[in-house]
């Protein structure tokens, strides 16, 4: 199996603050692929460069399916196939939660002033075709009673729901997932689950995924790799890495006795 | 029947021509605002730029107009938004974005612009000195004055070319806009931006050329509104002080970060400065056979003497920002 994503030598420097340093990882094709750490370890840094919000430090390197997309910015990769979630759910605030959804698809033919005018009816089928696609993503993330809302009224976890169903609207290659759970609770969270899993079986997504509950962890990413002070300490399968003396002592700080309870 | 016609001379032409320069204007400022999340205050800079550029076309070429049957400025004036448009660019890239790469705080962008005021009015000053110049040096202004149906009517309406080309332009500046934005892949862009930069930029939007994009639009409207005022009045180097503030008080009563709102806001602002200044004795002269004779009608009865028009925008703008916090329409997203 071949990278979706390669990074080699990659760092990122705050002023004197080191958040990633010499980080080197690769998410096989076609994996929903774990990364978990202890808060500090550069996870978010990482994916900031990686999704091309932030330009690592010269040396680096990134390979998106084997192409250098180090440095590329976001608008860039979207077109690449690449997409992304924040940690703390982003949204058109103005739009309601469906126009959230169908302004993802780019090139939309209502978006040439000469189509609007003199194509209409083209306009009006693609449009109708897009918004059936978001009914139907909304649909699936269970807030059909939710679609004419302002995004910018729904609650936290509805949002992080949203996230997710913008990257269902179009064919995205990898999706980089940034704490997905946080503020969704327990039964949204297993669709939430069972839906990540169907997109990555039935339509080959590559998912990447930042998370703290070690449970959702557990279910869902195969395998896992583990930052600490911005460079990968190890990676394999959850059972493994749970297993690891050095992961529960950098993660958890702790005894690992203490520890096995509380994952 | 006189007085009407005096007050429609007066108050509503007057009015609606002041209100479109500001409406243009407040346009500017209030995307500029929406997109860069700053204050723009060498707006009104941008604004006398452009009508010295038209001017000095005019100055280089003052044939034109006249084989054409148009004022010379109104020709020069796509060349003059064209090149403002370049200047208000350059202008990002040498002094704005790299402060923005360096994600520095509103208020330094703020004093950014206060800088690039003064270098403007700086490099206007030295270039075309300070005196008052007059676009109709080579030709003449049309005046209209139209006769009205009515017996009494002794008066007629004034209406000046520049006026009319003043009232055909905005018109047509701000249905395109409208349309921009609501019809086009660029404009959708905006109001994403506008909305939420990160996720704009994740959705496949170039931020890059969306902030392009605001400054060709603020700087050609800031050149038009400019030019335009110039050809109805004279042109003058404090021009961007006098229109600077008025303009602030449009985008700010309009509600921050809404274009719709700064056009509502500028011909309010407008309207209210005409009205203002406007002496009301001669609406209430005719009156007089019905007034008790205990109230003398003065010679001149105004709210505000001319010389101190530009209190009125800040007294309606404190008036709006009290009853509506964010403005007329809810200001801060397109």
């Known amino acids: 199996m071949s990278a979706s994503i390669a990074v080699k030598d990659v760092s990122k420097s705050f002023g004197g603050l080191k958040a990633v340093s010499d980080c080197t990882l690769a998410v096989a094709e076609g994996s929903i692929t774990g990364l978990i750490g202890p808060n500090g370890a550069g996870k978010t840094t990482l994916f900031n460069m990686v999704a091309g919000t932030l330009a690592p430090d010269p040396g680096g390197t990134i390979l998106l399916d084997n192409e250098d997309v180090t440095g590329l910015p976001a608008n860039r990769l979207y077109h690449k196939g690449l997409l992304r979630t924040f940690q703390i759910a982003h949204e058109f605030s103005q739009m309601t939660a469906l126009e959230n959804l169908m302004m993802v698809p780019g090139h939309q033919s209502g978006e040439n002033l000469l189509s609007a005018w003199f194509k209409p009816s083209l306009v009006r089928s693609e449009e109708a075709d897009i918004r059936m696609r978001a009914n139907d993503v909304i649909d699936f993330l269970k807030l059909s009673h939710l679609k004419n809302e302002l995004a910018g009224n729904l609650s936290g976890g509805q949002k992080k729901l949203l996230e997710l169903g913008r990257t269902m609207m179009v064919d995205a290659k990898v999706v980089l997932l940034d704490e997905i759970a946080a503020g969704v609770n327990r039964t949204l969270l297993n669709d939430l689950v069972s839906s990540i899993q169907r997109l990555n079986r039935e339509h080959g997504y590559t998912f990447f995924v930042i998370e703290h509950d070690m449970d959702l962890i557990a279910r869902l990413c195969d395998p896992v790799i583990v930052m600490a002070q911005g460079s990968v300490m190890t990676e394999g399968p959850i059972e493994d890495v749970r297993a690891n003396p050095a992961v529960i002592e950098a993660y958890f700080g702790g005894d690992p006795e203490d520890v096995k309870g509380a994952a | ?334």
């Open chain 2, 1 to 334: 029947m006189n007085e009407i016609v005096f007050f429609i001379n007066k108050v509503v032409i007057a009015g609606s021509v002041i209100g479109s320069i500001y409406a243009m204007g407040a346009i500017g400022v209030t995307l500029v605002f929406a997109i860069l999340r700053f204050a723009h205050f060498a707006h009104g800079d941008l604004m006398a730029l452009g009508a010295f550029f038209a001017f000095a076309l005019t100055a280089l070429m003052p044939g034109v107009g006249t084989a054409i049957g148009l004022p010379t400025g109104f020709v020069m004036l796509p060349v003059a938004m064209v090149l403002t448009a370049l200047v208000a660019i350059f202008l990002d890239h040498a002094f704005y974005r790299p402060l923005r790469e360096n994600n520095v705080k509103p208020v330094v962008m703020v004093m950014a612009s206060i800088g690039v005021t003064l270098m403007i009015q700086g490099l206007i000053r030295l270039f075309a000195g300070t005196s008052a110049r007059n676009f109709f040096f080579a030709e003449s202004k049309d005046i209209f004055r139209l006769e009205l149906p009515f017996e009494l009517a002794r008066r007629k309406i004034v209406i000046t070319e520049p006026q009319i080309l003043l009232f055909l332009f905005v018109s047509a500046a701000v249905v395109s806009l409208h349309l921009f934005l609501t019809r086009s892949r660029l404009g959708k862009a905006m109001r994403a931006m506008s909305d939420n930069p990160d996720l704009a930029r994740v959705s496949g939007i170039n931020t890059g050329v969306v902030v392009w994009t605001t400054w060709v639009i603020a700087g050609g409207l800031a050149a038009a509104a400019g030019t335009l005022l110039s050809l109805d009045v004279t042109l003058k180097p404090d021009l961007s002080f006098n229109l600077l503030l008025p303009i602030f008080a449009a985008a700010i009563v309009g509600g921050v970060g809404q274009p719709y709102g700064a056009i509502a806001g500028g011909f309010l602002v407008g309207f209210a400065e005409t009205l203002a200044v406007f002496n009301w004795s001669i609406l209430l002269r005719p009156l007089a056979p019905v007034i008790p004779d205990w109230i003398e009608i003065p010679d001149k009865l105004a709210f505000v003497p001319t010389e101190y028009k530009l209190t009125v925008p800040f007294v309606l703008l404190v008036a709006v920002l009290v009853w509506r916090p964010t403005g007329i329409f809810k200001g801060k997203v397109l």
